[in-house]
Each structure stands twice: as structure tokens, then as C-alpha cells.
């Protein structure tokens, strides 16, 4: 993954780290820790907060 990270660093000039890029780093720890990847992912929960992160609200709750 630093090889990878590296090679995209050098194409790619411009654009900056994400958190995903240092989350790689750590991919190998992790599935050793947890096991597959399906247990533990929560991509799918955090793109559901972000929808309604966006959703625009008068900020009152009901």
C-alpha cells in the first residue's frame, strides 16, 4: 500500500490524502483484528448520515 500511495502521490500532483488513503495503511491490521470485512464496514451507515446531513431542515426536531 506505501508503494501504491507513493506511485498515486507522484501522478497525481495536485490532489491532496483522503482519510481512505491513510485508512489503506492500516487495511492489513485490520483484517487480521476483525476478519472479513463485512463484519465491521460502515460505509453503507456513514453514506446514509451524509444523505441526511444534507437534507436541508428548518433545525427543528417532528
Known sequence: MKVYLKCVKTIFLKIGWWPNHHALLHLDD???RY???HGWWM??????IG?????NTNHKIG
Open 30 to 32: 485490520f483484517l487480521c
Open 35 to 37: 476478519g472479513p470485512m
Open 43 to 48: 460505509f453503507p451507515f456513514k453514506r446514509v
Open 51 to 55: 444523505s441526511l446531513q444534507k437534507m
